[in-house]
Nanobody, 115 residues
Framework: QVQLVESGGGLVQPGGSLRLSCVASGSIFSIWAMGWYRQAPGKQRELVAGITSGGITNYADSVKGRFTISRDNAKNTVYLQMNSLKPEDTDVYYC?????????WGQGTQVTVSS
């Protein structure tokens, strides 16, 4: 059974930074494509950033140049470095791991950007 556990969310002022972490257990992490998604109440979950098993990254237009996704396969961890945060980045952020037909989600971590 694969488990994903996010951490690093919290309250930050506009312009500030946060780093989210997602630790995976129960499988060979290095073969999984990983992604960070976010969801506001009443809205559809959207992709923020993704990284393949080979390290290729992609980003939503709204976060390009501000957010960076990375992975450390030795630690079974994927990160999301978020800089220049804006109030509209306020959401619950979820980590997802996928491989072929399998996908798993973490429980989510709240990010609130407010003065």
């Amino acid at each position: 059974q694969v488990q994903l556990v996010e951490s690093g969310g919290g309250l930050v002022q506009p312009g500030g930074s946060l780093r989210l972490s997602c630790v995976a257990s129960g499988s060979i992490f290095s073969i999984w494509a990983m992604g960070w998604y976010r969801q506001a109440p009443g809205k559809q979950r959207e992709l923020v950033a993704g990284i393949t098993s080979g390290g290729i990254t992609n980003y939503a237009d709204s976060v390009k140049g501000r957010f960076t996704i990375s992975r450390d396969n030795a630690k079974n961890t994927v990160y999301l470095q978020m800089n220049s945060l804006k109030p509209e980045d306020t959401d619950v952020y979820y980590c997802k791991g996928s491989f072929m037909k399998y996908e798993y989600w973490g429980q989510g971590t709240q990010v609130t950007v407010s003065s």
